[in-house]
């Protein structure tokens, strides 16, 4: 089976790990050639919220994939995407109540992913890596392979 699309789901969160999710990208995606979908789910909130700054005309449209590409952390992975010399675009979701996870593996199966890429951190005091409710979601009901990049 080879890697057409590599879709990154991308949280708030993952700017302690930027690193590891290009290099992890860079590792699976390069060599095949693959192109890369950022996805980015904002909460309702978070999104009418950084709409608004966005200093838009009440006629503009503006759609998620627009605020994605604005959202700062996945602006960085952009650039690092950029640098790594990978093919990326970005996505945006809006998710109304704790279902990014939901979100996230919508977004995987439309664009169509061969693998899903998606952060998490250890949470237990033995180091242990215990998922989060998102990562679990994506964990068990992705359309495709998932590859973990945990934050230390």
């Known amino acids: 089976m080879g890697l057409d699309t590599v879709v990154v789901a991308v949280g708030g969160g993952d700017e302690d790990r930027l690193a590891e999710i ?11 050639g693959a192109a890369v979908r950022l996805v980015h789910v904002f909460e309702r909130a978070e ?11 009440d006629g503009d449209e503006v759609t998620p994939d627009e605020v994605a590409k604005r959202h700062l952390t996945v602006r960085k992975l ?6 790594a010399g990978l093919q990326y675009s970005w996505h945006g979701r809006v998710s ?5 996870g939901d979100e996230i593996v919508a977004a995987a199966a439309e664009l169509g992913a061969d693998l899903l890429v998606v952060g998490g951190r250890s949470r237990s005091p033995t180091g242990k890596a ?3 409710s998102t990562a679990q979601e994506v964990l068990l009901s992705a359309p495709c392979p998932v590859t973990f990049v945990r934050a230390d």
């Open 78 to 83: 952009g650039e690092a995407m950029d640098d």
């Open 22 to 32: 290009v290099a992890t990208a860079t590792d699976l995606a390069g060599p095949a």
């Open 130 to 132: 215990v998922f989060g």
């Open 96 to 100: 109304d109540d704790d279902g990014q």
């Open 47 to 57: 999104y009418d919220r950084i709409r608004d700054q966005l200093d838009v005309g």
